[in-house]
C-alpha cells in the first residue's frame, strides 16, 4: 500500500496540472492481455476535467471505482501524484521564500530591506519574514496545493489579522480540514473555497469566525449543498455560488439567508425565472447576479400592480440570458426598490440593438437610476419617456385610448406597455395623426452632423431634428460613444474652411493642418441646434 498519509480514497491530488479526486488505491489483477506488476500500489483517480482520463474505473475487465463520467478515471502511480502541503507550508513559500518578492507588497508596512534581491533566500531571513506574516490582511494562497492544517499547530499568531482568505483551486476534500485553518483566523470576514471538490460538512463541524463574504463557485454542488455548507457562518452577507449545478433555489427562509444582502448565482443552469422566485422572500436582499442562467422571461406572481417579490432589491444583473421579450423588462418596474438593471446581450440587447433597449428599458422602468452601469440622468430620462410616447401612439389609440385617458385600454396592449397612460399623464398625450404629420415636416427641418470623439479619427453621421436641444444631443453622444457620465461631456462646433464633403465616407481628410474657421462651444444645453446655423455636414467634437 502507499506509504504517503493523504493516499486515501476521497483525498485530492494534482499531476501534470490536472486535479483529481482519489477513488481507489491498491493493486491491480493481471489479466490475459494486459500485463501488470501485480505487487505495485496504484491510485485510481477521478479527473475534475474529463478528457484527461481514459475509462470509468474499469480496467481489463474489472471495476475498481465508479465515475460520474464514462471517460475522466484513470490510474496512476502514486509518485506520479502532487498530494499537497500543509496550509503553514503554502503560506510561508508563498509570503516568505526565494519566490515570494511580488507578494511582500500585500503584508501592510513590510520593510523595503526585507524585499527580495537574490534568487537564494537564508533560513534566518526567512524567519524573520515569518514574525511578518502577522501583520497580513488579506492572504491568497490559490493553486498552492493546500491539503490541510491539522499538522500545523497553533497558526493563529500568524494569522491574527486577515480577514480575507482565499484558499481557492487547492487540494482540499473535507470542510473539517477548512475548519482546522479559519477557526484561527478570529478577524476573517471573506472566505474564497472555490474550485476545490468539499465533501459536505457534517455536524460535528464547527466554524467560530464571523465570515460575512463565501464563494463557493465550481464546486459542482446544487442548492440543498449549498444551504449545508451556508450554514456553518452565522451571519452571511454575500453569496458566490457561480458554475454550480445549481437548478433551482427553495428554503431560504432559515438562517443564514435571511441576512444576506447580495447573492451572486452566475453560469448555473436554472432557465426558468420561477426557480428564482423563493429568493425573492428574503427580507434584505439587494443585489441579484443571474448572469448567463439561461433565463427566457421573467414574470411576477399577480397583476401588473407592484409585486411583493424581492421588496429589497435594489441591483439586478441578468446580462447574457435568452431574454427576447420586453414584457420581461416591464416585470421589473413592479420592483419597489429596484434603481440598477444590467440586461446586455440578451436578444433584445445584442449589438446593434444596445442603445434603443437602453432607451426603452429607461423609459419602461419608473426608477431606475443605473442602466448597464451608467447612470441614467434626467434629461436622458424624459427623452427616452417622450420617445416611448412617440413610438408606441399608434398602438395606444388603437387599443382604445383618448385625450382624455379615462377609456378602458386593450389587456393585450396594458400588459405589453403597462407605463404608457402614466407617461401620458406626465407629459400629456400623443395624438397619433399629429405625430405622423410633424413626422413628415420633420425630414424638411434635418441637419447632417459628423460626430468625432476627441483623440479619434472616426467620423459617426448622423441626422438630426435643428429644434433638437444641445442637452439630448449630448445623450445620443453619450449613447453612441457609450459614455459612463454624460454630464462630462463638451460638444464643440468647429468650422472648416474646407469642410468634411460626402465622399470621405465618415472619416476625416487626411491633411495635416486642416484650415479652421472657427471654433464654438455648445455650452447651452437649452438651447435649439438651429441657434448655432449648423451647415450640412457640420462638424461637432466630442470632448470630455
Not at 482519489?22 to 496504484?42: E, H, M, P, S
Not at 513559500?93 to 530591506?113: D, H, M, N, V, W
Not at 476534500?173 to 468539499?198: F, G, M, Q, Y
Not at 399623464?425 to 424638411?444: M, Q
Request: aromatic share 8%.
Amino acid at each position: 500500500m502507499c506509504e504517503h498519509e493523504n493516499c486515501k480514497v476521497g483525498r485530492r491530488i494534482e499531476s501534470d496540472g490536472y486535479y483529481g479526486t482519489i477513488r481507489f488505491v491498491g493493486n491491480l489483477q493481471q489479466r490475459d492481455a494486459i500485463k501488470i506488476r501485480q505487487d505495485f500500489t496504484w491510485v485510481g483517480i477521478e479527473w475534475d476535467k474529463h478528457s484527461r482520463g481514459k475509462h470509468d474505473g474499469s480496467y481489463g475487465g474489472i471495476r475498481y471505482f465508479t465515475t460520474r463520467h464514462p471517460s475522466s478515471g484513470s490510474f496512476l502511480r502514486p509518485e506520479k501524484c502532487n498530494f499537497g502541503v500543509s496550509f503553514m507550508t503554502a503560506l510561508v513559500s508563498r509570503y516568505c521564500g526565494p519566490s515570494a518578492a511580488t507578494k511582500l507588497s500585500e503584508i501592510s508596512g513590510f520593510a523595503q530591506s526585507h524585499l527580495l534581491e537574490a534568487d537564494f533566500v537564508d533560513s534566518d531571513d526567512i524567519q524573520q519574514r515569518k514574525t511578518d506574516l502577522s501583520k497580513l490582511s488579506l492572504v491568497s494562497l490559490r493553486g498552492m496545493f493546500v491539503c490541510d492544517g491539522a499538522g500545523d499547530g497553533d497558526i493563529a499568531q500568524y494569522v491574527a489579522n486577515v480577514k480575507h482568505l482565499d484558499l481557492s483551486m487547492n487540494l482540499l476534500s473535507d470542510w473539517c480540514e477548512i475548519a482546522v485553518i479559519v477557526n484561527h483566523t478570529l478577524k476573517l470576514k471573506v472566505l474564497n473555497v472555490s474550485d476545490n471538490r468539499l465533501q459536505l460538512p457534517d455536524q460535528n463541524v464547527n466554524v467560530s469566525c464571523d465570515i460575512q463574504v463565501l464563494y463557493l463557485n465550481r464546486m459542482e454542488y446544487d442548492w440543498s449543498a449549498v444551504t449545508c455548507c451556508a450554514q456553518l457562518f452565522a451571519h452571511l452577507q454575500e453569496l458566490h455560488v457561480c458554475y454550480n449545478q445549481i437548478e433551482r433555489i427553495d428554503n431560504v427562509l432559515l438562517s443564514p439567508f435571511t441576512e444576506i444582502l447580495l447573492i451572486n448565482i452566475e453560469g448555473n443552469p436554472i432557465a426558468s425565472w420561477n426557480a428564482l422566485l423563493s429568493l425573492g422572500d428574503l427580507p434584505r436582499l439587494q443585489t441579484l447576479i443571474a448572469n448567463e442562467c439561461g433565463l427566457s422571461q421573467i414574470r411576477f406572481p399577480g397583476s401588473i400592480t407592484p409585486s411583493d417579490c424581492f421588496s429589497a432589491l435594489e441591483s439586478l444583473s441578468i446580462s447574457r440570458n435568452e431574454i427576447a421579450d420586453w414584457q420581461s423588462i416591464s416585470e421589473l418596474n413592479r420592483l419597489r426598490s429596484l434603481s440598477s438593471l444590467r440586461f446586455a446581450f440578451n436578444p433584445l440587447s445584442r449589438d446593434d440593438r444596445a442603445d434603443d433597449a437602453r432607451h426603452i428599458a429607461i423609459a419602461k422602468i419608473a426608477h431606475m437610476e443605473w442602466c448597464n452601469g451608467a447612470r441614467v440622468m434626467p434629461a436622458e430620462r424624459q427623452s427616452a419617456e417622450l420617445d416611448y410616447l412617440r413610438v408606441f401612439c399608434a398602438e395606444w389609440k388603437c387599443a382604445g385610448g383618448n385625450a382624455s385617458l379615462d377609456g378602458p385600454l386593450d389587456e393585450m396592449f396594458t400588459v405589453q406597455h403597462p407605463r404608457y397612460v402614466e407617461l401620458a399623464r406626465k407629459y400629456g398625450p400623443v395624438d397619433p395623426e399629429v405625430h405622423e404629420k410633424k413626422s413628415s415636416a420633420l425630414k424638411n427641418n434635418l441637419v447632417t452632423v459628423q460626430l468625432m470623439l476627441k483623440g479619434s479619427t472616426k467620423v459617426l453621421t448622423k441626422q438630426l431634428p435643428v429644434k433638437m436641444t444641445v442637452q439630448k444631443l449630448k445623450v445620443l453622444v453619450q449613447r453612441a460613444f457609450r459614455i459612463a457620465d454624460v454630464s462630462s461631456i463638451r460638444l464643440v462646433y468647429t468650422v472648416l474652411k474646407q469642410p468634411v464633403d460626402d465622399k470621405s465616407n465618415g472619416i476625416l481628410p487626411q491633411c495635416e493642418n486642416p484650415e479652421v474657421h472657427a471654433c464654438i462651444v455648445m455650452d447651452n444645453d437649452l438651447r435649439e441646434l438651429s441657434f448655432y446655423s449648423l451647415e450640412n455636414n457640420a462638424l461637432i467634437s466630442v470632448e470630455l
